[in-house]
């Protein structure tokens, strides 16, 4: 499985942005997948994650209300809709899909394939 992240940017304080995460291969549909992003200087850490069918879904304290993780098995891919963006979520973002675990995790051991992760930097 291969994973591509795209969608990242430079926008302000209180902006949006979507992220989206495109695999490869037949069956995305029964992988978890995760959204994890990593600050300078700082120990990567989970985002968002969401099981096989798109039904539940699981989000870092400091993003709740703020995010959303979705997917479209259709389209073998995940998204990451990011709302009122603050300067703290400025990091690089990664997808990663969990081949044993339909259900989604927060913890980046559980998954198998990463993506390349996308650059989002929020200026103040």
């Known amino acids: 499985v291969q994973l591509q992240a795209s969608g990242g940017g430079l926008v302000q304080a209180g902006g949006s942005l979507r992220l989206s995460c495109a695999a490869s291969?037949?069956?995305?549909?029964?992988?978890?997948m995760g959204w994890f992003r990593q600050a300078p200087g700082k120990e990567r850490e989970f985002v968002a994650a969401?099981?096989?069918?798109?039904?539940?879904?699981y989000y870092a304290d400091s993003v709740k209300g703020r995010f959303t993780i979705s997917r479209d098995n259709a389209k073998n891919t995940v998204y990451l809709q990011m709302n009122s963006l603050k300067p703290e979520d400025t990091a690089v973002y990664y997808c990663?899909?969990?081949?044993?675990?339909?259900?989604?995790?927060?913890?980046?051991?559980?998954?198998?394939?990463w993506g390349q992760g996308t650059l989002v930097t929020v200026s103040s």
């Open positions: 990663a899909a969990d081949r044993w675990g339909p259900l989604g995790t927060q913890s980046a051991g559980e998954y198998d394939y």
């Open positions: 291969g037949r069956t995305f549909s029964n992988y978890g």
């Open positions: 969401i099981n096989w069918n798109g039904r539940s879904t």
